[in-house]
């Protein structure tokens, strides 16, 4: 059974770092699009980031502050935020596709399986 689990989330200063994991279960980050998305209270869930073998893929919003990454040997996704602005603050999510049923598109991959999420909040 395919499983994502989000940690490393929490409180910074604007200005901040951030790094956020995602260990996945039952599936191999290297052979999966993967993904990042967050969503904030009131917002709907958007698409921060994703990466397959061919390179990574970002929102226009986190270019240049935010790194997508993984680590096969530990079958983990990361997050390497920099720069973090007070509108970042949501909770964010590890995502792949599984084809399980309906599925959120971004950056050209597919999405239906979700972690339960990581709270991230930046304060001025």
């Known amino acids: 059974q395919m499983h994502l689990v989000e940690s490393g989330g929490g409180s910074v200063q604007a200005g901040g770092s951030l790094k956020i994991s995602c260990a996945a279960s039952?599936?191999?980050?290297?052979?999966?699009?993967m993904g990042w998305f967050r969503q904030a209270p009131g917002k709907e869930r958007e698409g921060v980031a994703r990466l397959t073998r061919t390179g990574p893929y970002y929102h226009d919003s986190v270019k240049g502050r935010f790194t997508i990454s993984r680590d096969n040997a530990k079958n983990t996704l990361y997050l390497q935020m920099d720069t973090l602005k007070p509108e970042d603050t949501a909770m964010y999510y590890c995502?792949?596709?599984?084809?399980?049923?309906?599925?959120?598109?971004?950056?050209?991959?597919?999405?239906?399986?979700w972690g339960q999420g990581t709270q991230v909040t930046v304060s001025s």
């Open positions: 995502a792949t596709y599984s084809n399980r049923g309906e599925s959120t598109r971004f950056g050209g991959c597919r999405f239906d399986l």
């Open positions: 039952g599936l191999t980050v290297s052979d999966y699009c």
